[in-house]
Structure formats: structure tokens, C-alpha cells
């Protein structure tokens, strides 16, 4: 750990103004992710800027039916606030199945949008990783890839996106405020988290000094059914090996539409609108599931040890729409 | 020989800890935690490569940051006295003979400073070729010595070949088990002070024996035992890695001498303990059986390869429970090491034990459907008169009474054996069993002394060990019935090298071994001072020389059963159930005995289903190696886990007829989670853990 210098500010503007003006510096606000990187010597920032105070800690409803989350509102407040249990029960789910009581309750929303991919070699100062020290190397690609993604990755990073909320979000298609220091902007949240490409240090669309203020949510899609289904090696307190949720809606025996997104399988929160596609108008049976899940992972790319996470998700994708719609299997 | 009898009190009383208020409070000391108003702290550097030389160590800009009072290096650090053991020559040469291992260290005024340097310093090595995986090709194995071993690495009765070809039925399977990682709850933890004008060291340490530690130190840094005093009151777990003492230990004590007068504080980090403090290595176990139609063993192969260091060897001697467990009139048992560029394994939760009857377990479970016969029946019927190896009788084995007892509360009789035919939505449902043992072992050398305090009230002192099994409250229960006085009246002192020498809290021989010495002492101050003693009347004696570990085959043995589910999607493993009964001679604290049983149960289902140092052969290091990623069970893993016991007591054991119960509830565990896991889907796992991907369609 390296010294450095911590202020709380009280306008945001003031926050956005002080991490701006520092290249070393960065914003803090649960740090449940940050923390533990200092620890381990992957983050050395200069200046912490704590955003708990200027960033909303509130729910709000929105016209028309959506709601505004505020990036500072806790995760185990936002999975147990009844707009969100009444209308995004799917959203909830998801929060509740990350990490553990007490991360939650320090974890905020914004920063649970930011918290850095997953991989052991990024964890680890002492082995080479472009994410970290750019140019260094992948280790992960030719060494322990069980966690490893399976779509969207590149060469030089195979890291998966770890939010469990974020994965919601995408199919509940969120889009997130951000404040920086030309004014405001409002960004989707699928096009927020970034693949890897040829730079994997950077895992969002945000530009040094951009601060997070909220995310809002459009009205929950009418008659539809939801579900968070999350695979891991553990029954809690893991990452996900694969999850998903689905939103779906069924007329007549048939999937009217359905919104898919995968989480753990790729450097980002995964939107699968192959398989959405595939589904539109077919008949609520298990074999046109698989066929659409299946079509979403056609072009992954696995190795030895992360091969299973295709099946896995096919299946897993299969069973949630199985259980959503009450097809039989 | 029991000599103190049940029902005179408080042996047998499910007493609550003694230190329980404390812990729970916060108020009982561990070793980091005693005070002291000026210490400083060592945090160390440890190699990044895994075989090699260090070339120079530049500590410049470490030494820039202010609070750091010194760095160690090979080239500055004290010089030991004996280095011929290559774990505890810490810095005194600048060979690296695996990744994580100590190369420098930053002594500081505070623990942050301390880290922040060792971040800074530069160690430039010339790296050697190494190697790390045991199952690369060419790789070579050797016999270990059967003195540095402990037993006999090999042996052979009867014609085993001949009895293979032979037998009717024939199993042959190779299983496998990974690295695991101790991983006790209190990471181990030092602090050292050296007082120069007196000579005096003094540990405050978290350790399974302070006798042992201070042994190990006082040899290393060349100093009279006498010199040397450890501490440990209270331990936070321990599992076997702290039954030794290991480089920390030595890497604190140069920290001492280079800072005569200050005390220093060493903690290691979660990731520090995966290089540092031993593991349970990797074994590949092939077992081949050869069993007439009515399953009846006619010949037994147990043949085990096994991960060792170069820098020390370690054999973890899993095959040795092959020639106990059952009937056959071939056998045979091989170990072979692998002596690679890796940390240097150590004792885990019943070494050898564990994964050794994981293998056997799983084959006798094979060997059932091969001969279509229930596997409790399968058991029975293999039953050894006398123990195989030395031909003695029995102290007391009631392996198949355990076998049926635990069927009878599980509700084994209904089950229908054919795999993969029961399912409840979305899950496959399966049950497993297997059996479990372990040796009833009393260690020499421990001593205790009881002094009459005046008005009834004796003290009670012994070095002995409290990993949070319950010591403090057990040796009380023994003591107040061997005094014939309440257990208010009995204050007890352990965990100090100032108090009479004690034995290792290891091979679950704490409670014979220690209880023994106690109630050795109330009879020799009963003989020395008749029954109403003056105040300050004291004795000591020593546990006991049993004649009849020569004459007995002295065993506990248990039953195993699991529930498990599998989610026919994703794979899921689930245990929704275990139950386990064991025969481990009388019971000293149902209490703490049930906590230490059921945490062995789960221990194995982690074994089963989670632990698994994944090692990287590119660098050498383990690559999961911390909480997050090296998983341990959560509350949501498990689910109702029953433990009990025969009521019994083994007069050939010790004077309490009770035996150690630290370590059978892990054995055999995991076996029957994962013959469960088969019963529920027909897929055969063989290696661990049993991840969600190895049950995928």
C-alpha cells in the first residue's frame, strides 16, 4: 500500500472537479472492490475521493413508471426496497446473490457497476497481466481458464465481468447517469462495460473523472415473468460460474419476447440478443430454448478448463425459461 | 484399567467452554492480540521464482520510508546456528527452492509501513528450471525412507499377483486428490522478543504445541530450551499446520534478535499461508481389488504417489489405511514421492488418512456394484478377525456396529441401490456411505503437576494445546474427577513452555495423551499426600507407558452416510444430509466432541465438493490462493449434519478409556459424499472436488 490523501466531499461537482484535476486519483465509495486492491497492490491511487455524500441514496419512482437508483444506495437497500421488490423482483434476486451480507451492505450501486473483472492473475502482482500492467502479457490465457470467458474476449484479456446486478440491469435495460466534468450524460448500461479489445484496463465507456449519480430503470415490460438463476462452485458467497436473466413473455404457447443476459461469461454483463431473437414466436418447449440458447454461444471460443460453461449455460438459460414459462423438459 | 469411573462427575457433561465468555467477548488472548506498548512489525518478501538464486536484493527505496527500522536479507540477517532443516534456514543463503518462499523482510514501526516497503523491494533472482507437476511427463519418484517416513512406505503379505489373476471380480481405479490448504480461521501469528543481557526469547505463537516450537527454536538459533518460552493460550484452528513449527517462526525470531528489547509482530496473510506453513500434497492412488462373487477380498493393492519438496520431504502415506481396514489374505501398499520445486507440505486434518480413504472408500463402493451387494453388507463381510498388518487382536473394533446403526438412523434399508433412479424436480437424489478410522493414539513425553492450593482448590498445569476443540474445558472434566472435587475447584494452566511439557496437539492423541499425565498426577498426589492434602502439596507425573499398544490394535472406526442432490441442469452438488456414528471410546464433553465430529464431516464434504490448489506449472505458485477463490464451505453448504458415538470405553487405551476425536470425522467423509453423488447421477468421479462441470450431460 502507498500513502494517500482522502476527502469527502459535499457537492459532487466538487468531487467530479477533484479527481479530474488528479490523474492518481479515484473514487470511493463502498470499497469492498477497492480496498482489497489496495491491499493487494493492483490500485496504487494518490487521492480517494469519497463520493458518499453527493451521490443520491435513494429510490425514487420516475414518470411512467420506471424508478432512479442512486449510485450511493447500498445493495442490500436496493434488493430489499419495495419498488424494487414489486416491480424489478428480478433485480432484487440478482443482488441477493452476490457476495455475502456484509459486502452488501457496504456495497453501492455505482461502484458495484465498476468493480473490476475477476481473474487470479489480476489478483496477483507477480504475474504478468495486461490489465494491470499493460503490454505485460495474458497469463490466464495459456494458464488456468476455468473462469475464463468464453464470448467477446481478445488476446489480450479473457477476465469475465463478476456483478451479479449488472447482469439484471442489462436485461432490464438500465441506463446510467453519469456526471463529468463537461456536464451530464446518460449512457445505456449495454453499452457501459466494455469488451476487452486491445486495452483491457479499461473496463467501462467512462473517461477519468466521470462519476456515476444513478441508474434508472424504464418501466418493468408488462405480463412478463422474470428470473435470476445463478450457477457457482459454492451455494453462496462465489462468483457465478454462469448465470442468467431472463425476462420473458408468453402468448398463446408462444414467447412473445423474452430479454436474455448472461453474467460470467464474457468481459462484460452479456445482453444475448441472438438467442432473443431465436426465441420470438416460438412455442414454449425445451428444445427450441436449448436451440436458441445454443445460438447465442455459437461463436465462443473455450479452452480445456472454461469448455463447460457453454453446456452450462445453455443449460442453465433452458431450465429458467423451462421454469418461467412452465414448459416441461 | 479405566480407573475413573463414568458418572463420578464431570466426565461425560456436555460443559459449556470454560472460555467460551472470553472468546466470545473478545477478551481471551491470541497470540497476536497480547499487548504490548511498543512493538514492531516484520512483513516479509517472498520469491517470485520457484527455483533459483537471489542475485541481490535492493532495498533503497524501502528504506526511504519512514517507520521502517531495518530490512533482513541473505546477506545481513543473524546468522542460525542449525541449518541442516532447509525450511527453518530462513535467509541464511540465497537459494530459492520454491515460489513463496522468504528472500527478505521489512522490519517497521507499524504493519502498514512494513507492507508498503516489502512492496518496494527489488529482488533480482537467476532462475533455474523448476518443476511443480507431479504428472509431467518424466518426472521422477523415489521410495521414501521408512525412518524419515514414520511407517513402513511399503508392504507386501501374500501372493498378490496370483490373487488378482485369480479373483472373480476385479476393481481397478486410479483416484486422484488435489493440494489442499489448512486454512484454520487465525492465520498463524507470532510475536518474538529478545532480551539480550538476559538471553531470553520469548514466542507468543499460535500453535498446536508449544513444547515443539520451542524445541524447533531453540535447536535452530543455538539456544538452551530453558532460554526459550512460548506462549499460546488460546489457538484459532489449526488443522495440522501449526503441529510444527515453520519458517515464520524463525524469520520472527531474526526479526527479534535484530531488534533486541522491542517485540515484533509477524502475521501472515491468507496468501502468505499457501507457500508457508504446509498443505495436504496431491496423491494418485491406484487401488485394485480381487473379491470372490460374494465379495469377499481375496487381495488388496493400494499403490500411491505423492507430491514431496525438495526442500524437505514430506510423505503423506495415504495407502497405510489399506492395511487395516479389511480382510484379505494378498495385499499390498506402495508409496512413491514426487520431490518437486514446490512449498513443503505438512500435516492436514488426519494426514494420510483423509485422502487415502477417499480412495479405499470409493473403491469398496465400486467393488459393492460390482458384486451387486449393499456396501454396508460388502463391509461386513470383510471384516479382519485381528488387524491385517500386525496380526494383533483388537482393542475394541465396532466398525460394522457403527455400519448398521448409522443405517438404522439414516433410513438406509429403503433405499433402492440402482444409480440414477431417484429424482425430485430438477434434482437427482442419491445416498452414500463409507467407513472411517482412525488410529487411538497416546503420545509420550507429556507431564503434568497438580498443586493443592488450600481449601480444596488445585491447579493444574500442563503445556498442552487449545485449537478451539475444547482442551480447556476437557482436561478440567478429567482433572475434577481424577481430584474427586467439582470442576470450580480446579483451575487449569496451559499453553505455556513455563508449565510441564506436553505432546503435540496432533494424530488425535491430545486428549489420551494429556488426560493420561492428569490423572497420573491425582493419583501420585493422592499417593505422595494422602487424600486430604496440605495446602501446597504438589505432584507430577507422566503419561503413563500403555503395555498394551503392544498387545492391542488400537483403533477408533466410524460410519459415514451423505444425502447429496444433483441438479440435472447445471450440475449443482448439494448435501442436504449426513449423519455419522463413530466408536472412539468414552466421551470426555459431548459438546465439544459432537463440534469437533460434525466439523470433521463437513472439513470431508469440503474435501469432497470445494478444496483444490490449483498450481500453476508456469510460475509455481498457487493460483487460487486465497478465500475468495480457494473455497472453503459457507453456511448454505451445509445442511443437517448429525454426529454420535457408541457408548463405550476402551480400558486398553488409557486410564479414561477415551480416545482423540479431532480427525476420524474428516476420514471417509468425502467418500461418502461422492459414492452418494454416484448413486444420484451413475457418474463416477475419481477425482476431487466434484465441481458443478463434472456432472454436466
Same mark, same amino acid.
Given at each position: 500500500?502507498?500513502?494517500?490523501?482522502?476527502?469527502?466531499?459535499?457537492?459532487?461537482?466538487?468531487?467530479?472537479e477533484?479527481?479530474t484535476?488528479?490523474?492518481?486519483?479515484?473514487f470511493?465509495?463502498?470499497?469492498?472492490?477497492?480496498?482489497?486492491?489496495?491491499k493487494?497492490?493492483?490500485?496504487s491511487?494518490?487521492a480517494?475521493?469519497?463520493?458518499?455524500?453527493?451521490?443520491g441514496?435513494?429510490?425514487?419512482?420516475l414518470p411512467?413508471?420506471?424508478v432512479?437508483?442512486?449510485?450511493?444506495?447500498?445493495?442490500?437497500?436496493l434488493?430489499a426496497?419495495?419498488?424494487?421488490?414489486?416491480?424489478?423482483?428480478?433485480?432484487?434476486?440478482?443482488?441477493?446473490?452476490g457476495?455475502?451480507?456484509?459486502?452488501?451492505?457496504?456495497?453501492?450501486?455505482?461502484?458495484?457497476?465498476?468493480?473490476?473483472?475477476r481473474?487470479?492473475?489480476?489478483?496477483?502482482?507477480?504475474t504478468?497481466?495486461?490489465k494491470?500492467?499493460?503490454?505485460s502479457?495474458?497469463?490466464a490465457?495459456?494458464?488456468?481458464?476455468?473462469?475464463?470467458?468464453?464470448?467477446g474476449?481478445?488476446e489480450?484479456?479473457?477476465?469475465?465481468?463478476?456483478?451479479d446486478?449488472?447482469?439484471?440491469?442489462?436485461?432490464?435495460?438500465?441506463?446510467?447517469r453519469?456526471?463529468g466534468?463537461?456536464?451530464e450524460?446518460?449512457?445505456?448500461l449495454e453499452?457501459?462495460?466494455?469488451?476487452?479489445?486491445?486495452?483491457?484496463?479499461?473496463?467501462?465507456v467512462?473517461?477519468?473523472g466521470?462519476?456515476?449519480?444513478?441508474?434508472?430503470?424504464?418501466a418493468?415490460?408488462?405480463?412478463?415473468?422474470?428470473?435470476?438463476?445463478?450457477?457457482?462452485d459454492r451455494?453462496?458467497?462465489?462468483?457465478?460460474?454462469?448465470?442468467?436473466?431472463?425476462?420473458?413473455?408468453?402468448?398463446s404457447?408462444?414467447?412473445?419476447?423474452?430479454?436474455i443476459?448472461?453474467?460470467?461469461?464474457a468481459?462484460?454483463?452479456?445482453?444475448?440478443?441472438?438467442?432473443?431473437?431465436?426465441?420470438?414466436?416460438?412455442?414454449?418447449t425445451e428444445?427450441?430454448?436449448?436451440?436458441?440458447a445454443?445460438t447465442?454461444?455459437?461463436e465462443?471460443?473455450?479452452?480445456?478448463?472454461n469448455a463447460?460453461?457453454?453446456?452450462?449455460?445453455?443449460?442453465?438459460?433452458?431450465?429458467?425459461l423451462?421454469?418461467?414459462?412452465?414448459a416441461?423438459? | 484399567?479405566?480407573?475413573?469411573?463414568?458418572?463420578?462427575?464431570?466426565i461425560?457433561?456436555?460443559m459449556?467452554?470454560?472460555?467460551g465468555r472470553?472468546k466470545?467477548t473478545?477478551?481471551?488472548?491470541?497470540?497476536y492480540?497480547?499487548?504490548?506498548?511498543?512493538?514492531?512489525?516484520?512483513?516479509?518478501?517472498?520469491?517470485?521464482v520457484?527455483?533459483g538464486?537471489?542475485?541481490?536484493?535492493?532495498?533503497a527505496?524501502?528504506?526511504t520510508?519512514?517507520?521502517?527500522?531495518?530490512?533482513?536479507?541473505?546477506?545481513?540477517?543473524?546468522? =542460525?546456528?542449525?541449518?541442516?532443516?532447509r525450511?527453518?534456514a530462513?535467509?541464511?543463503?540465497?537459494?530459492v527452492?520454491?515460489?513463496?518462499?522468504?528472500?527478505?523482510?521489512?522490519?517497521?514501526d507499524?504493519?502498514?509501513?512494513?507492507?508498503q516497503?516489502?512492496?518496494?523491494?527489488?529482488?533480482?533472482?537467476e532462475?533455474?528450471?523448476?518443476?511443480?507437476?507431479?504428472?509431467?511427463?518424466?518426472?521422477?519418484?523415489?521410495?521414501?525412507d521408512?525412518?524419515?517416513a514414520?511407517?513402513?512406505?511399503?508392504?507386501e503379505?501374500?501372493?498378490?499377483?496370483?490373487?488378482?489373476?485369480?479373483?472373480?471380480?476385479?476393481i481397478?481405479?486410479?483416484?486422484?486428490?488435489?493440494?489442499?490448504?489448512?486454512?484454520p480461521?487465525?492465520p498463524h501469528?507470532t510475536i518474538?522478543?529478545?532480551?539480550?543481557?538476559?538471553e531470553?526469547?520469548?514466542?507468543y505463537?499460535?500453535?498446536?504445541?508449544?513444547?515443539?516450537?520451542?524445541?524447533?527454536?531453540?535447536?535452530?538459533?543455538?539456544?538452551?530450551p530453558?532460554?526459550?518460552r512460548?506462549?499460546?493460550?488460546h489457538?484459532?484452528?489449526?488443522?495440522?499446520?501449526?503441529?510444527?513449527?515453520?519458517?515464520?517462526?524463525?524469520?520472527?525470531?531474526l526479526?527479534?534478535?535484530?531488534?533486541?528489547?522491542?517485540?515484533?509482530?509477524?502475521?501472515l496473510?491468507?496468501?502468505?499461508?499457501?507457500?508457508?506453513?504446509?498443505y495436504?500434497?496431491?496423491t494418485?492412488?491406484?487401488?485394485r481389488?480381487?473379491?470372490?462373487?460374494d465379495?469377499?477380498?481375496?487381495?488388496?493393492?493400494?499403490d500411491?504417489?505423492e507430491?514431496?519438496?525438495?526442500?524437505?520431504e514430506?510423505?503423506?502415506?495415504?495407502g497405510?489405511?489399506?492395511?487395516?481396514m479389511?480382510?484379505?489374505?494378498?495385499?499390498?501398499?506402495?508409496?512413491r514421492?514426487?520431490? =518437486?520445486?514446490?512449498?513443503?507440505?505438512?500435516?492436514?486434518?488426519?494426514?494420510?488418512?483423509?485422502?487415502?480413504?477417499?480412495?479405499?472408500?470409493?473403491a469398496?463402493?465400486?467393488?459393492?456394484?460390482?458384486?451387486?451387494?449393499?456396501?454396508?453388507?460388502?463391509?461386513?463381510?470383510?471384516e479382519?478377525?485381528?488387524?491385517?498388518q500386525?496380526?494383533?487382536?483388537w482393542?475394541?473394533r465396532? =466398525?460394522?456396529e457403527?455400519?448398521?446403526?448409522?443405517?438404522?438412523?439414516?433410513?438406509?434399508d429403503?433405499?433402492d441401490?440402482?444409480?440414477?433412479?431417484?429424482?425430485e424436480?430438477?434434482?437427482?437424489?442419491?445416498?452414500?456411505?463409507?467407513? %472411517?478410522?482412525?488410529p487411538?493414539?497416546?503420545?509420550?513425553?507429556?507431564v503434568a503437576?497438580?498443586a493443592?492450593?488450600?481449601?480444596?482448590?488445585?491447579?493444574?498445569?500442563?503445556?498442552?494445546?487449545?485449537?478451539?476443540t475444547g482442551?480447556?474445558t476437557?482436561?478440567t472434566q478429567?482433572?475434577?474427577?481424577a481430584?474427586?472435587?467439582?470442576?470450580d475447584?480446579v483451575?487449569?494452566?496451559?499453553?505455556?513452555?513455563?508449565?510441564p511439557?506436553?505432546?503435540?496437539?496432533?494424530?488425535?492423541?491430545g486428549?489420551?495423551s494429556?488426560?493420561s499425565?492428569?490423572?497420573?498426577?491425582?493419583?501420585?498426589?493422592?499417593?505422595?499426600?494422602?487424600?486430604?492434602?496440605?495446602?501446597?502439596?504438589?505432584?507430577r507425573?507422566?503419561?503413563?507407558?500403555?503395555?498394551?499398544?503392544?498387545r492391542y490394535?488400537?483403533? %477408533?472406526?466410524?460410519?459415514?452416510?451423505?444425502?447429496?442432490r444433483?441438479?440435472?441442469?447445471?450440475?449443482?452438488?448439494?448435501?442436504?444430509?449426513m449423519?455419522g456414528?463413530f466408536?472412539?471410546?468414552r466421551i470426555?464433553?459431548?459438546?465439544?466432541a459432537r463440534?469437533?465430529?460434525?466439523?470433521?464431516?463437513?472439513?470431508?464434504? %469440503?474435501?469432497?465438493?470445494?478444496?483444490e490448489?490449483?498450481?500453476?506449472?508456469?510460475?509455481?505458485?498457487?493460483?487460487?490462493?486465497? =478465500?475468495?477463490?480457494y473455497?472453503?464451505?459457507?453456511?448454505?453448504?451445509?445442511g443437517r449434519?448429525?454426529?454420535?458415538?457408541?457408548?463405550?470405553?476402551?480400558?486398553?487405551?488409557n486410564?479414561?478409556?477415551?480416545?482423540?476425536?479431532?480427525e476420524?470425522?474428516?476420514?471417509? %467423509?468425502?467418500a461418502?459424499?461422492?459414492?452418494?453423488?454416484?448413486?444420484a447421477?451413475?457418474?463416477?468421479?475419481r477425482?476431487?472436488?466434484?465441481?458443478?462441470?463434472?456432472?454436466?450431460?
Amino acid at each position: 500500500m502507498i500513502p494517500f490523501t482522502y476527502s469527502r466531499p459535499s457537492v459532487a461537482a466538487e468531487a467530479v472537479e477533484a479527481v479530474t484535476a488528479d490523474p492518481g486519483a479515484s473514487f470511493l465509495a463502498g470499497g469492498t472492490n477497492l480496498v482489497d486492491h489496495l491491499k493487494l497492490g493492483i490500485a496504487s491511487p494518490t487521492a480517494l475521493v469519497d463520493v458518499r455524500d453527493v451521490v443520491g441514496d435513494q429510490v425514487e419512482e420516475l414518470p411512467r413508471g420506471g424508478v432512479r437508483i442512486g449510485a450511493g444506495v447500498t445493495n442490500s437497500e436496493l434488493a430489499a426496497h419495495p419498488l424494487i421488490r414489486a416491480r424489478y423482483p428480478l433485480l432484487s434476486s440478482a443482488v441477493l446473490a452476490g457476495a455475502s451480507g456484509q459486502l452488501r451492505n457496504m456495497a453501492t450501486t455505482g461502484g458495484n457497476l465498476l468493480q473490476r473483472t475477476r481473474c487470479p492473475y489480476f489478483q496477483d502482482v507477480t504475474t504478468p497481466c495486461n490489465k494491470r500492467a499493460p503490454g505485460s502479457g495474458c497469463s490466464a490465457l495459456e494458464g488456468y481458464g476455468r473462469d475464463n470467458a468464453v464470448l467477446g474476449a481478445s488476446e489480450q484479456c479473457v477476465a469475465t465481468h463478476p456483478s451479479d446486478m449488472a447482469v439484471a440491469l442489462l436485461a432490464l435495460e438500465a441506463v446510467v447517469r453519469v456526471l463529468g466534468p463537461s456536464g451530464e450524460r446518460e449512457v445505456p448500461l449495454e453499452a457501459f462495460h466494455r469488451l476487452p479489445g486491445a486495452d483491457p484496463e479499461r473496463d467501462t465507456v467512462l473517461e477519468h473523472g466521470e462519476l456515476i449519480t444513478a441508474v434508472d430503470l424504464p418501466a418493468p415490460p408488462k405480463g412478463a415473468r422474470s428470473a435470476y438463476r445463478k450457477v457457482r462452485d459454492r451455494s453462496s458467497y462465489a462468483f457465478a460460474l454462469v448465470s442468467v436473466a431472463v425476462i420473458v413473455r408468453v402468448q398463446s404457447e408462444q414467447i412473445a419476447d423474452a430479454r436474455i443476459a448472461f453474467g460470467g461469461v464474457a468481459h462484460a454483463p452479456w445482453r444475448a440478443h441472438r438467442a432473443e431473437e431465436a426465441l420470438r414466436d416460438r412455442l414454449v418447449t425445451e428444445a427450441s430454448f436449448r436451440v436458441a440458447a445454443e445460438t447465442e454461444f455459437v461463436e465462443a471460443r473455450t479452452g480445456r478448463e472454461n469448455a463447460f460453461k457453454v453446456p452450462l449455460a445453455v443449460n442453465t438459460c433452458a431450465a429458467v425459461l423451462r421454469s418461467l414459462t412452465g414448459a416441461t423438459r | 484399567m479405566v480407573d475413573v469411573a463414568p458418572g463420578a462427575g464431570a466426565i461425560g457433561e456436555p460443559m459449556e467452554r470454560l472460555e467460551g465468555r472470553a472468546k466470545v467477548t473478545g477478551t481471551a488472548p491470541y497470540a497476536y492480540e497480547h499487548p504490548f506498548d511498543d512493538p514492531l512489525y516484520l512483513h516479509p518478501v517472498l520469491s517470485t521464482v520457484a527455483r533459483g538464486r537471489v542475485l541481490s536484493v535492493d532495498t533503497a527505496k524501502a528504506e526511504t520510508i519512514e517507520g521502517v527500522r531495518a530490512l533482513l536479507t541473505p546477506w545481513n540477517a543473524p546468522r =542460525l546456528v542449525d541449518t541442516g532443516d532447509r525450511e527453518f534456514a530462513v535467509l541464511q543463503d540465497r537459494e530459492v527452492l520454491f515460489r513463496g518462499q522468504f528472500v527478505a523482510a521489512v522490519i517497521a514501526d507499524g504493519p502498514e509501513i512494513a507492507r508498503q516497503a516489502a512492496d518496494l523491494v527489488r529482488v533480482e533472482y537467476e532462475a533455474l528450471r523448476h518443476e511443480v507437476d507431479p504428472s509431467s511427463p518424466g518426472r521422477e519418484v523415489y521410495r521414501p525412507d521408512a525412518e524419515d517416513a514414520g511407517v513402513e512406505p511399503d508392504t507386501e503379505q501374500g501372493d498378490v499377483e496370483g490373487a488378482l489373476a485369480a479373483a472373480t471380480v476385479r476393481i481397478d481405479h486410479t483416484y486422484r486428490t488435489p493440494r489442499a490448504y489448512n486454512n484454520p480461521m487465525e492465520p498463524h501469528t507470532t510475536i518474538a522478543l529478545w532480551e539480550e543481557e538476559t538471553e531470553r526469547l520469548t514466542l507468543y505463537d499460535s500453535t498446536q504445541g508449544v513444547h515443539v516450537v520451542r524445541g524447533t527454536v531453540a535447536e535452530v538459533v543455538g539456544l538452551d530450551p530453558e532460554r526459550v518460552r512460548v506462549v499460546s493460550p488460546h489457538v484459532g484452528g489449526g488443522f495440522g499446520s501449526k503441529g510444527s513449527a515453520h519458517a515464520h517462526n524463525v524469520l520472527a525470531v531474526l526479526a527479534a534478535k535484530a531488534s533486541p528489547g522491542r517485540p515484533v509482530k509477524f502475521a501472515l496473510t491468507r496468501r502468505h499461508m499457501f507457500s508457508l506453513v504446509g498443505y495436504r500434497p496431491d496423491t494418485v492412488q491406484r487401488i485394485r481389488m480381487g473379491a470372490e462373487e460374494d465379495g469377499r477380498l481375496g487381495v488388496l493393492v493400494h499403490d500411491v504417489v505423492e507430491t514431496s519438496s525438495r526442500a524437505k520431504e514430506y510423505a503423506e502415506m495415504s495407502g497405510a489405511c489399506s492395511r487395516t481396514m479389511y480382510a484379505a489374505s494378498a495385499r499390498r501398499t506402495t508409496h512413491r514421492l514426487a520431490a =518437486l520445486d514446490v512449498p513443503i507440505p505438512f500435516w492436514m486434518r488426519a494426514p494420510g488418512k483423509a485422502p487415502g480413504m477417499f480412495a479405499l472408500e470409493t473403491a469398496m463402493d465400486e467393488l459393492a456394484y460390482a458384486c451387486a451387494l449393499d456396501p454396508i453388507e460388502l463391509r461386513a463381510r470383510n471384516e479382519p478377525e485381528r488387524d491385517p498388518q500386525t496380526g494383533l487382536p483388537w482393542s475394541g473394533r465396532h =466398525l460394522v456396529e457403527c455400519l448398521r446403526r448409522g443405517a438404522e438412523r439414516f433410513g438406509w434399508d429403503e433405499r433402492d441401490p440402482k444409480p440414477r433412479a431417484r429424482r425430485e424436480g430438477d434434482w437427482w437424489v442419491g445416498t452414500g456411505v463409507a467407513s %472411517s478410522m482412525y488410529p487411538r493414539s497416546t503420545m509420550p513425553g507429556s507431564v503434568a503437576e497438580i498443586a493443592h492450593e488450600g481449601q480444596g482448590r488445585y491447579t493444574v498445569s500442563i503445556g498442552a494445546a487449545d485449537l478451539g476443540t475444547g482442551t480447556w474445558t476437557a482436561l478440567t472434566q478429567i482433572a475434577a474427577d481424577a481430584l474427586g472435587c467439582g470442576i470450580d475447584r480446579v483451575r487449569l494452566r496451559i499453553g505455556d513452555t513455563d508449565l510441564p511439557p506436553a505432546s503435540v496437539a496432533g494424530g488425535s492423541s491430545g486428549i489420551s495423551s494429556w488426560g493420561s499425565a492428569v490423572v497420573a498426577a491425582a493419583r501420585r498426589l493422592r499417593d505422595e499426600h494422602g487424600g486430604d492434602p496440605a495446602p501446597g502439596a504438589r505432584s507430577r507425573a507422566g503419561t503413563p507407558h500403555n503395555p498394551d499398544e503392544e498387545r492391542y490394535a488400537l483403533y %477408533s472406526f466410524g460410519a459415514h452416510f451423505a444425502e447429496v442432490r444433483v441438479n440435472a441442469d447445471t450440475g449443482e452438488v448439494r448435501v442436504p444430509r449426513m449423519s455419522g456414528v463413530f466408536s472412539v471410546g468414552r466421551i470426555i464433553n459431548p459438546r465439544t466432541a459432537r463440534s469437533q465430529l460434525v466439523g470433521g464431516m463437513v472439513m470431508g464434504m %469440503s474435501m469432497a465438493l470445494h478444496e483444490e490448489g490449483v498450481v500453476d506449472p508456469r510460475f509455481g505458485h498457487v493460483v487460487n490462493g486465497d =478465500l475468495a477463490e480457494y473455497h472453503v464451505p459457507v453456511n448454505a453448504d451445509v445442511g443437517r449434519v448429525e454426529a454420535e458415538w457408541l457408548e463405550e470405553a476402551d480400558p486398553r487405551v488409557n486410564a479414561l478409556g477415551a480416545a482423540g476425536v479431532g480427525e476420524i470425522g474428516i476420514v471417509g %467423509s468425502a467418500a461418502a459424499v461422492a459414492n452418494a453423488a454416484f448413486h444420484a447421477t451413475g457418474t463416477r468421479v475419481r477425482e476431487l472436488p466434484l465441481t458443478p462441470d463434472r456432472f454436466l450431460s
